[in-house]
């Protein structure tokens, strides 16, 4: 069965490796501990104490806060529990004018206010910006992500076995 | 047992063991798994060598150059079992039009017999668009079928309203050209003479159209070939329980995939396209914009299976971006074939393997016998952008962060048109394929493949200038460059786009239109932005014959569409809006053409991008100083041609951002506010796609209820 060494999984992580590595790892078959030893490291930078679920982002993380499966940000800033949308806690800057595309799109290369609006949802601790969509006007958040938690549990303790 | 009886046999033992073809054990494989991968190898290697060899007979360079075209072989019932490289999307279309000819007694009247030639391009059967055609050709092994082998090529032009190969005016079927409705078009191993002086009549590049034809039948005939070889070699009844068995293994091998890679659970994204054709369309009943909406459900459930579903689509209309139930089939199964089942047993396994949900009467399945499909791509390409986001989140989580991908750029500027080359005498159409190489979205690990990528094709090639000017004969290039600030941006960036800038020449009554994004883009994920939105230039009446006799500088690029260069070389009408279309217009020698293939959408926040990686990016002219600092924080100075970056104003620069993040942002209850307040003011094409989506989809409607709050009753005004 494939396996990396941590070393070479913490440099994936951090986008550290040489392309003929990365591309070696792509086309070849999984290494099946992947989730654990990720999730390993991951449990090792977080500056909260909680265990990690499952990581959902770069920064956000569904963990176990004494039996609550809650989201919590890397900075420790804490969204509730995974079943709701963590966006609801999250602070929200909406790009609806063209003056506010402008700030960070060149002339011309901009959406059109009349169809689009551009939202960006940080997180209200260490203003890390989390998601951006791109939805007309009135649309409400996309929830993106609802993991079965208990399902992947099996899954995880077939590779486990 | 007749075809039909195959078929419904086949698809009943489905249905009742879950397994295809009820195997529930793979006994071939089991008892000689070296056989049973030299035979899978074997197969797959006729289809691909089919391609390969028939392609050189077609003359078209969307076939010949930068291949447009793709083989299968399928089992008597239409099942595919191998299939070539290229536009695989068409692999599960032609098994849909196989199937559709069995269900439909194509055994009795026209009769399916040796030597017979069928060819369909109709998406309400299986197809995508009428311009990509289909031959299918039945393979009999001592008077018994065997199988079909298939072959398709996406063609130059299809006789349709406008010009080339995507229509863009059609608002009915019968606007959209040439339409072959599964027809038996030859016997007896020929093609019939008057299907080929009818095909050529039809279209307006007929010498295109016959030698394509002649390519698909001759990889048809390769494969029968090798098919009929392996059975002598193999014996039939290998064959026979080889076919079956392949399939099965392709749909056991799509879901331990699911299982080894993803998370089980809900994931959702939204797309959209934007069609601005109020007051531009001719016609009054398409003079209006269309706000087409693509919400996406992925569903992965405990058992490893995909469920999709585009509950809440909005509807079809007078225009020829509908999409066929078929066309949907297709653009699924060539995505995942690029992210879950790439190296594994890609066939129809992969589809019994999901189920999915494109509810009738939406834009995604258009029953409508008389609705126009002649540009389908225009609606399908953007709503599976979102599959990417959707599975990436799986991989994510799962810790194979090399396998997310933020999504893609949209093969978008698609130009087209023709006219008469004034020194040959001659029709030349504008169909231009380049548009096959746009930016990737960014990984997780890295940033996304430049100018290398189309949803629809994994081999992409954006093809020579050189050979779109022996086939464009009036348009050459002035430039192909680099278009600054294309990628989306993000921790990893997106692919990068490009521009073209082309000028006529020679020409006589030739027209050019063009459709580009130019108001809304998707994508994006974990912070990564949207790819940015395009826009139109163009220029006629200008000087540009004196600025090549004078051998002056003449517009190469738009790198930065602010400095308004274009403006500044030539003299003339300099047109650039963000219009989005431009219907049929006609070109004159020296008017010149603008356009844009776009980047991809990023992955993570882009104040995060480490600044070496943003300095390389200014170097390689990927984004420009203006953007580097106001998006990525990073402040960098130029020094003979190169950038420096200054680490420490980068890192002040970077915490004044989100300095001003902390201002500038409101709480979610005051989000949501301003957008139910939104509700009272929507553009009009806003209201119609909530209207129609509403009626469509109750779901959707309820859950729109609920996050304001508001009563069943609730319109929107």
Redesign the interface.
Known sequence: MKEYDEKTIEELIDGKLPWQRLKEIITSEKDRKRFFIVREILQRRVKFPEKIILPLSFHLFIVDKNGERVIKCDCGFEFGDYRKNWKEKARVYIRDTMDKFLEIFPEFMTPDPDWIEIREYYCPSCFTLLEVEALPPGYPPIFEFLPDLDALEEWLKEISD | MKLKEMLLYSERLFKETGYYYGLKELKLKEEDPLKFERCFARLRGAVVAARETALHISASPIVRNIGELCFALYTPEGDSIVLSTGIIVHVHTMSEAIKWMIRNDYEDDPGINDGDIFSNNDPLIGDVHPTDVHTMIPIFYKGEIVGWAGGVTHEIDIGATTPGHDPIASTSRFEDGLYLVCEKIGSNHRIHKDHRIRCQKAVRTPLYWDLDEKCRVAGCYIIRDAVLKFIEEEGIDYYKEFIREVIEDGRRIFIQRV???L????????Q?A?IPFKGKHPLKKASKNI?MHAPMEIE?T?DGRIRLSFDGASKPGPHPFNCSETAMQGGLWVLLSQVITY?GRVNDGSYFAMEYHFPEGSWCNTKDPTASFGTPWMFLIPAYGGLF??LS??F????????VIAGYGPTGSMIAGGGISTILNLYFPVANFELSCVGLGAS???DGLDWGYAMWNPESDQGDAEIWELLELGLPYLSRRVKP??AG?G??RGGSGWECIRVARNVKDFEIYLVSL?????????????L????LLRAHNTNLMEIFEKKMDYPIDDE???ERKMEKLIKGEVI?N?EGVLFPTEFRDYDLIHYILFGGPGC?????REPERVKEDLDGRIY?K??AE??FGVVAHEKDGKFVVDLKETEERRKKI??E??K?????E??KK???E??KS??E??KE??RESFELSPRFKK??LE??GLKEDFEIE
């Open positions: 299982k080894e890679r998370v089980p659970g809900r994931y959702r994204a939204v959209f934007a706000f992965i405990k190296d986001p959707c989140r799986g994510f989580a799962r810790g194979y962060r090399e396998e997780a690990v890295k600030n294309t941006y921790k990893y130019c108001h809304l883009v998707g994508g994006g994920i974990f912070g990564g932005y949207p940015n939105a395009g826009y930065i569409p602010a650039r963000k993570g926040d882009p104040i995060e420009t203006e953007i106001k998006v989100r300095e993040r902390r500038k942002s409101i709480s979610f005051e989000f301003i957008e139910f939104n509700l929507l553009p094409h806003v796609m909530f859950e729109f996050f304001y």
